[in-house]
């Protein structure tokens, strides 16, 4: 593993190509430009579906229910070891109904007669085979499978906030929000220099986007601090709900926001295959979480995201939101941080076919 210093040749150039429209090229407001997680995700996807370290895993009777599991959350670190699903492949409806129990992971026959794994609907009914397949070296596999875990399950969380966002009624400066993306705006500069560069000349490009990304998640994680301080220091029956509603819609933002800094900063890592800053950049994400779910303020009666449940507009389809999905972000942090920390142990991949037609049978 290369060390702080090292020069790292990154070998190919195509995977920092990833600013596609005019708008990700040029323009200044982050939540505007597109969701980049989508192209992280499509480019590592198919890193991983092409690279031929895997070979197919014949009798998984006895891990179905873990095939479940990770299927239903993404990734999941099991005594086997690592075991990755990338969910992008099953349909939205697929996840939601495996985690109502509508449908379940079971065993299938093909037409050639052999058993394999499949989602099974409540009738026994097949829906879509699963392919298992383990990692004939782990460690050459290891980057880009926990990278595209990562970035699925941020993508996922940057949805959910900018959907709960759109409750509020606020409405924030451009100057604010531009303020905000300026650091990813040089590094996106520097990544599309580097896409160019060779060499040293490479790697002093990502370090100094890298430096940018850092400077920028300082700048965010102190900005939602002090608005739940400003927040807090609302009192009295006759604040300002135009008051609150402007600081709830500069949380989201910021919320928005984290994790993309976050996201980017990981695939640069990865790229360069500096796995300690990788876990020390998400730790920090983590300890900020912790801090929004843990440290009381406002006298010691709530902590933040208490104080922001408290205020927020939430309606039917979104109750409680702020009280539970931070729990679901540290959630996967901590499994991304023990699969980083289990990198020599096996991995297991699942993948997916295409859904069966309603006319066949098993």
Known sequence: MAENGDIVVVADGSLLDIFSSEDDRKGTDLLQMSNYFDVFIGKISEEVDTNGNWEIVEETKNLLGQIAAAIKGGFDISKMGTLVADTSHFSKDIVDR???????????KEVAGHLRPAVLDENEKLVKFVTLKKAINPTDVLSDIST???????????????????????????????????KFIYARDKIMLAATADGEQRER???????????????????????????????GPFRSLKAVDEILTHINEDMQMIPRYVG??????????????TNRVL?????????????????GKY???????????????NVDFWLEQPKQMLEVLHSYE???????SDV???????????NEQE
Not at 210 to 222: Q, R
């Open 283 to 299: 730790g920090e994400y983590r300890y900020q979480l912790e801090n929004l779910s843990d440290r009381k303020i406002d006298g």
């Open 303 to 317: 902590t933040a995201l208490e104080m922001i449940h408290r205020y927020y507009p939430y309606n039917e389809e």
């Open 98 to 108: 495996l985690k109502e129990g509508i449908y379940h992971i079971g065993e299938s």
């Open 338 to 344: 023990n699969m980083i920390e289990q990198k020599n």
């Open 205 to 235: 490009y990502l370090i100094e986007a890298d430096t940018y990304l850092m400077e920028g998640l300082t700048a965010l994680y102190a900005d939602v601090n002090a608005e739940v301080a400003n927040l807090s220091n609302l009192k």
């Open 148 to 182: 595209l875990s990562m970035q699925t399950s941020l993508k996922n969380i940057t949805a959910q906030i900018e959907s709960v966002g759109r409750d509020v009624k606020g409405i924030s400066t451009f100057v604010r929000r531009e303020s905000l993306s300026n």
């Open 348 to 358: 297991f991949y699942i993948d997916s076919e295409s859904e069966v037609c309603d």
């Open 264 to 277: 980017l900063r990981v695939y640069l890592l990865n790229l360069r295959h500096h796995d300690t800053d």
